[in-house]
């Protein structure tokens, strides 16, 4: 019982053959031997018996000069096993974070009362212990000629514990959103849906990223929650280069989920798609991370982006679903599939960028002051004008102009008296070509002095827009 690595420690005899009171029975031989591991200052005694059955491995916390009294029983896997040196107990005792449950099979009642103290255990430590000295089993080509039993740790099991992919999709899971278009059928003008998707909530006041090809030309949408909660969303933004695009409905207080920068990942790394394929809401996949950088040139698409390819199952509806990595977070929108094991993402940095764009678009939008006539106009070209005359010989004889077809009760140019059927020659001065020029004029702000034809006459208004 020693080695370079551990010292004999014969002041921990008593202690040990204190703890191994119970297995001495009439007749039987047995044998304690105590070593100290000097790197770790911990000590470790062991109970063998003439036949070098392997009785118990007693583990002694804290340092040597503290620790005799605190030994408990760490293991009872009774093995018929060779000689056994301190080069192999000490790496299996080095295993036992904590205090295994004693089996009972051997030793009095007594004993096992007092090892029912010890019944809070790491699994992983029984499973070491047990592999190590399977292996030396299979070495020497011993047949076992007992097995203890052990009782179960109060650790979830490892279907619980290491279920990485599960928490991930229930912490994720409900910020997911299920998109549909709806059209009427040519036939029975029946409403039905015309087109369908994925997306996932980035704001709780109820904006939503999604494709742009899964909102289509469409500026309304119907949106279904995870909860089973449906709205009206309306299509904001779409950028088509990127094919991103954002709802917007009527919802408070929703989960989001948050995207984060791809300059971290890696091939290889797991990766969960999740959305509604083929209408099925709700749907998970997983896979890893083929391909961080996949340019778009590779693929026939000249946009000047790269992507995130994946052998996570992608399929039609899923586009617009968010891929996220094992924290929780998206890392990028599917998009794509190309055949099975083989999908795209747009990199969650791609959307980061649209998200800011966006913002700051409708932020100067709301800024701005809109002004405004209250007219319905038409641009008189070459060809409209001859045509009007020839309609009508009372029709003014010009050659260019913008006619009001028009006028909104109540509207400033209402209330300046422009009546349908004038044509506005002359606005602020300037000779009026087409309806861009009105509209550059209410980019003015001041009273527009306006000339127009009324029944062939001209006449001068002033219009407050």
């Known amino acids: 019982w020693s080695s370079p690595s551990y010292a004999a420690a014969p002041d921990l005899s008593i202690s040990c053959d204190q703890l191994a009171q119970p297995y001495h029975r009439t007749g039987d031989q047995w044998t304690v031997r105590a070593f100290q591991d000097a790197r770790a200052e911990l000590c470790y005694c062991a109970v ?65 009362e007092q090892s029912s103290s010890s ?18 089993l299979f070495w020497r080509q011993r047949r076992t000629t007992w097995l203890p039993t052990v009782f179960a740790s109060t650790l979830p099991p490892p279907s619980t514990r290491f279920n990485f992919i599960a928490d991930a999709v229930e912490k994720t899971a409900p910020a997911v959103v299920y998109i549909e278009i709806l059209g009427r059928h040519p036939f029975t003008q029946q409403q039905i849906a015309v087109s369908n998707g ?78 509604s394929p083929l209408a099925l809401n709700n749907t ?21 982006m790269d992507y995130i390819q994946t ?67 038409l641009t008189l070209t070459p060809s ?13 004889h010009v050659t260019s102009g913008v006619l009001v077809w028009k ?7 209402n209330l300046a008296g422009l009546q349908p059927g004038d044509i506005i020659v002359k606005i602020g001065g300037q000779d009026v070509k087409s309806s861009q020029d009105i509209y550059k004029a209410l980019e003015v702000w001041r009273p527009l002095d306006i000339e127009v034809i009324h029944r062939g006459t001209k006449k001068s208004l002033k219009v407050q827009p």
């Open 48 to 112: 063998v018996a003439p036949n070098w059955v392997l009785r118990a491995v007693l583990r002694c916390a804290h340092k040597a000069t503290t620790m005799p009294s605190m030994c408990r029983l760490s293991s009872l896997l009774c093995r018929r096993l060779p000689a056994v040196s301190s080069r192999t107990i000490a790496p299996a005792s080095s295993l036992f974070s904590c205090n295994l449950v004693h089996s009972g099979s051997s030793g009095p009642r007594g004993f096992q």
């Open 119 to 136: 019944q809070h255990c790491l699994g992983h430590f029984a499973i070491g212990a047990g592999a190590l000295l399977s292996a030396y």
């Open 198 to 275: 994925s997306g996932f909530v980035v704001r709780s006041d109820g904006l939503i990223l999604t494709n742009a090809h899964v909102v289509a030309d469409g500026r309304l949408v119907t949106v279904k929650l995870h909860d089973g909660r449906q709205f009206t969303g309306k299509v904001e933004a779409v950028d088509r280069r990127s094919d991103l695009a954002t709802v917007r409905i009527a919802a408070k207080n929703l989960p989001t989920l948050a995207l984060s920068r791809t300059d971290q990942l890696r091939p290889g790394e797991w990766v969960v798609a999740m959305g």
């Open 284 to 304: 998970i996949t997983a896979g890893v991370v083929s391909s961080v950088h996949r340019s778009s040139k590779e693929l026939g698409i000249h946009n000047e």
């Open 311 to 377: 052998d996570a199952a992608i399929n039609f509806g899923n586009s617009g679903g968010p891929l996220i990595n094992l924290d929780g977070n998206v890392i990028g929108i599917n998009t794509m599939k190309v055949t099975a094991g083989i999908s795209f993402a747009i990199p969650a940095d791609y959307a980061l960028n649209f998200l800011q764009e966006a913002s700051k678009r409708s932020q100067e939008e709301a800024s701005a002051e809109r002004w405004y006539l209250g007219i319905t106009m």
């Open 384 to 396: 409209l004008i001859m045509e009007l005359q020839q309609r009508d010989a009372m029709f003014p």
């Open 407 to 413: 006028v909104m009760l109540g509207s400033p140019a």
